[in-house]
């Protein structure tokens, strides 16, 4: 069974960091593109950010450009979202999420529960 | 960037009812589009891809159509767990993925 268990979550002030981590396991984690997507409290989703299987390629919304970085650790199966110089904007529950594997890309097939940023002083 | 609009925001249904959900792109993006289901507090769960195409393990009383600008999505016989919200996405412009702003479907 896949499954994908963000945490990492919290309170922080604006202008501060915080590191999100994605445990995945049930499928073998290196072979899939990874992305992190967010919804602020009653909105809807936006997508933040994508990397691909081996991490050497990474994609940002242009509202977090140069303020998040996406990773990963294949040998830990875990998806990281590091995110910096935090706005109030930012607070959201932040989702990650698995990319189907066929010959077009961008179709999200599994997500996990999500955990809360939120930005507040 | 490429914006997606759902119509209508939010509605209310009766179990039985066929129910229609409207989405349309700024511009043309093929069949590249998505259809997602999110109930309250839980992620959302992939239903349709490729406009058309059902993802294995959906019931068939869902069904999407469309292409270029304007996409449906269609349930033929709403059940009760079928009250949720709904979002199209679009991925013609990959890596950048847009979301529509969801259409809400309530009990009558």
């Known amino acids: 069974e896949v499954q994908l268990v963000e945490s990492g979550g919290g309170l922080v002030q604006p202008g501060g960091s915080l590191r999100l981590s994605c445990a995945a396991s049930?499928?073998?984690?290196?072979?899939?593109?990874m992305h992190w997507v967010r919804q602020a409290p009653g909105k809807g989703l936006v997508w933040v950010s994508r990397i691909n299987s081996d991490g050497s390629s990474t994609s940002y919304a242009d509202s977090v450009k140069g303020r998040f970085t996406i990773s990963r650790d294949n040998a830990k199966n875990t998806l990281y979202l590091q995110m910096n110089s935090l706005r109030a904007e930012d607070t959201a529950v932040y989702y990650c999420?698995?990319?189907?594997?066929?010959?077009?890309?961008?179709?999200?097939?599994?997500w996990g529960q999500g955990t809360l940023v939120t930005v507040s002083s | 960037a490429i914006r997606m609009t759902q119509s209508p925001s939010s509605f209310s249904a009766s179990t039985g009812d066929r129910v229609t959900i409207t989405c349309r792109a700024s511009?043309?993006?093929?069949?590249?589009l998505a259809w997602y289901q999110q109930k309250p507090g839980k992620a959302p769960k992939l239903l349709i891809y490729a406009a058309s195409t059902l993802q294995s393990g959906v019931p068939s009383r869902f069904s999407g159509s469309g292409s270029g600008t304007d996409f449906t999505l269609t349930i033929s016989c709403l059940q009760s767990e079928d009250f949720a919200t709904y979002y199209c996405?679009?991925?013609?412009?990959?890596?950048?993925?847009?979301f529509g702003g969801g259409t809400k479907v309530e009990i009558k």
């Open positions: 049930g499928f073998t984690f290196s072979s899939y593109w």
């Open positions: 999420a698995r990319e189907l594997r066929i010959a077009v890309a961008g179709i999200i097939d599994y």
């Open positions: 996405q679009q991925y013609y412009s990959y890596p950048s993925l847009t």
């Open positions: 511009q043309g993006i093929s069949s590249y």
